[in-house]
Every structure is written in C-alpha cells, then in structure tokens.
C-alpha cells in the first residue's frame, strides 16, 4: 500500500506555512552538493597513485573504498533519524564538519593505515547524502520527484566534471594538494549551509506532522516504516549501486592496468562521463518522462544496463571508453533516482529521514561488497571454469549483467504487488486529456 502525499498546489502552499521557499532550498542544496563532490571526486582519480606509493595491491584499493562505505552503512541510519528529530540543517552541518576533518586527515597522512583512518572519519560522518534526500523529499511531491532528483544530479555532475580533471592534475604534483583542497571545499559547503540553506523540517512542521500521524494511526507516533514496498526498492537500490559501482570502484584501476592510463587520462574519461550524466539528469531525463513515462523510462534503464554490462569485457581499446560511458551515464543518472522516488511513496512524510537513512544503509552495503569484487577479479586476473577462460573484465561486465538481471525481476514482482505505484501519471494523463 502506498502512502498518499498532496498535490503540488497544496504542498506549495502547506511549505509557506513554514517559511520554506522551494527555488531557494534547491538552489542552496544544489550548491551544497557540488561543493561535496567536488571535494570527494577529486581524490578518485589518484588511488592508483597512491596505492603504488604505499605498495598497496589491487585488493587493497578495494578496501580502501569498502572501509568507507562500511561505516557509513553503520552511522547513515543514525544521522537519518536525527535529522527527522532534530532537523535537517544542523545535522547535516556536523556531517559536513566531519568530511573536512577526513580530508584533513588523508592530506596529512605518512601511511596507509592513516589513509585508512581518513576514509573510515570520512564514513562515519558521509550523513549528507540521506539527510539532502530527505530534504528533496520535504520540498517535493510523487509528481515532480523524479526530475528534481534529475536536477540535483546536474550538480552532482558537474562537481564530477570539474574534480576528477582538477584532481588529475593536481595529483600530477602531490597526491595530497587535492586532500587539501577538498578540506577547502568543505569549509564553503559548511558556511552555505549555516548562513543560506533554509531548514525544510522546522520544529512546528515536525509538531504537525507528529500530531498528525498521531490521528491518523493512534499509535503514538511510532507507527513502523517497513513494509513490502520499502523493503522491495531497498534491495532495488542495493542491485542498482551494485552495477554502477561494480564499474566505478575499479575503474582507476582498470584504465591504469589494461590502458597504461596515468592520472591526467583518467581524470579526463570522468569528466566526460560526468558531462553525459550532467545532460542526462539536467535536461533529458523530465523531458524523457514527460513523453514515454517514469515506468517506461524506468523498465528501459534497466535493460540498458544490462546491455551495456554484457558489452563491458570487449572495450579492447581505450577509445571505445569513451562510447561505453555515453548509455552508461544515463543508467548512473535515471536508474538511483527513479528507485529512490518510489522509495519516498512507501513511507510517512515524519519518517523520510529514517527511510534515506535505510536507503543509505543498502548502498553502503554494495559499497562494501562491490569494490571488494571488482578489485578481486583485477587481483585474480584469470579464472577458467573448464573450457572457458574468464579475465577480469570478463568477470566484472558478466557479473554487473547478472545483478541487472536480477533488478529487472525485482522490479516487475514489485509492479505486481503495486499497480498503483505510479497512479500519478495516470492522473496526469487524465487531467492533461480534460484540458485538451
């Protein structure tokens, strides 16, 4: 059963009662996020670097990243439900504090256990992410959730655009002047939130929505989030960052080993995968759901990704790179969000932040999981199974196949058990034919 939220007229005027202006929220957040990214995409393009400089094998730059995700699995759902209680704002402040402290840390650090150390601060306080989607989720309705989800990932791109390229070169220096940027970064993402971004959650509106989910279930208020649709989209979620990390934890490694690709080159293909994923969540993707549909859009991401994941194995030269990351950028910029959109319909609007905390939680999971495997096969190098000879590229591209393969399954079950998931469309094409 899904959870009914307000149109858009109601909910536009029901977030005046709060004081909260919905342009200058995204505008705010937007520029938050850019500056986070930033910050953090500049490091990718140097692991490889440093892990030559430390003697670190392949597998080593797979827990690297694992250790990250590893301890945001544990503390997102924590700073999720505090911002619920406490407000998205200051929440969202403490964990932006703590990522300057991590890059801070990675700057200044003589070894890989400290590496180490700055990744797992860095995990412990990467609350942005749950409490900006909760925040999102304030501000929007089932309606306009998708493509605003889509414009947000306009600045996720271009922090992707501008931090591998400027970390690349950087990088070319010292490994550390990006770490030290980064902390630069972060001190602007504080100050704008702290002076600009405007609390979508204020102490009345929780008092409202707690009195009124207080009515509407007599339960106090401790009416539990889990139910058959969030758990379904949760390992949706989980299958969908497996793919797309699957490729993105080991591709430093991969354009290193199998192109002889140094920091600059490996900057330079991010930029441009950011570029498309920047022209796909920017300026395609409302336009593509307005023609074909969220459903349709949705079932067709996936089957694209499949594709794409079976073509992987055979990039045999490093221009083809360049071709892969055009559909595979618009599986990175559709495929999160709509999944994440159909989240937010399962769960009350006083437990959002509880729900993205969760959402959290499953990609930490994948991204404990899947750098492990990706850096394994590239660790491995080979693996014959009979007459069949599989090298790591192989693995990486079949296995990414297989767990698309799976999503797709989850998703047609979770449309039979929810015909109504996306009855706003049809109410759109109702209201749309009326004024025809």
């Not at 670190?56 to 999720?80: K, M, Q, R, Y």
């Not at 992987?312 to 559909?327: D, G, K, Q, R």
């Not at 797709?408 to 998931?421: A, E, G, Y």
Request: aromatic share 12%.
């Amino acid at each position: 059963m899904e959870i009914e939220t307000p149109n858009k007229g109601s909910h536009g005027n029901h977030l005046e009662k709060y004081n909260v202006n919905v342009k200058t929220a995204f505008f705010t957040i937007m520029l938050s996020i850019f500056v986070d990214v930033l910050g953090y995409s500049m490091i990718l393009p140097l692991l490889p670097q440093i892990a030559k400089i430390y003697g670190a094998e392949d597998i080593i730059v797979g827990v690297l990243i694992s250790s990250n995700a590893f301890t945001a699995l544990i503390f997102g759902p924590i700073w999720g439900k505090l911002s619920d209680i406490y407000g998205r704002k200051p929440i969202l402040i403490i964990s932006q504090a703590g990522t300057f402290a991590a890059f801070l840390i990675l700057g200044i650090s003589d070894s890989i256990g400290i590496i180490f150390l700055s990744r797992i601060v860095d995990g412990i306080f990467g609350g942005q992410i749950p409490i900006i989607r909760a925040y999102i989720t304030d501000i929007t309705t089932p309606e306009t959730r998708s493509s605003e989800i889509g414009k947000i990932t306009v600045s996720f791109s271009l922090g992707m655009v501008l931090g591998p390229s400027l970390g690349g070169f950087l990088g070319a220096i010292s490994w550390r002047y990006p770490a030290f940027l980064a902390c630069g970064m972060a001190i602007i993402s504080i100050i704008l939130t702290f002076k600009v971004l405007i609390e979508s959650m204020p102490r009345e509106r929780r008092d409202d929505l707690r009195e009124e989910m207080i009515k509407k279930y007599k339960l106090s208020g401790k009416r539990s989030i889990w139910n058959k649709g969030l758990i379904m989209r949760l390992l949706q979620l989980f299958m969908a960052f497996s793919i797309t990390l699957l490729f993105n934890s080991s591709f430093p490694l991969v354009m290193f080993k199998r192109y002889g690709a140094d920091s600059i080159a490996i900057g330079l293909v991010m930029t441009v995968g950011a570029l498309v994923v920047m022209f796909y969540g920017g300026f395609l993707m409302k336009r593509l759901i307005r023609k074909f549909g969220e459903r349709n859009i949705f079932l067709f991401t996936i089957s694209l990704a499949i594709g794409i994941s079976l073509f992987y194995p055979f990039l045999f030269e490093f221009w083809m790179v360049f071709v892969f990351v055009i559909p595979f950028g618009l599986v990175m910029a559709f495929l999160p969000g709509l999944i994440q959109s159909n989240m937010t319909k399962a769960v009350e609007s006083n437990k959002q932040g509880v729900a993205s905390g969760y959402s959290t939680n499953f990609q930490s999971i994948a991204q404990s999981i899947m750098p492990l495997v990706s850096t394994g096969y590239l660790q491995i190098g080979m693996l014959s199974l009979g007459f069949l000879y599989l090298n790591a590229y192989d693995m990486i591209g079949f296995t990414a196949a297989m767990v698309a393969i799976i999503l797709l399954f989850l998703v047609i079950v979770d449309l039979k058990w929810h015909p109504k998931l996306y009855a706003h469309e049809k109410r759109e094409e109702i209201k749309q034919s009326k004024t025809a």
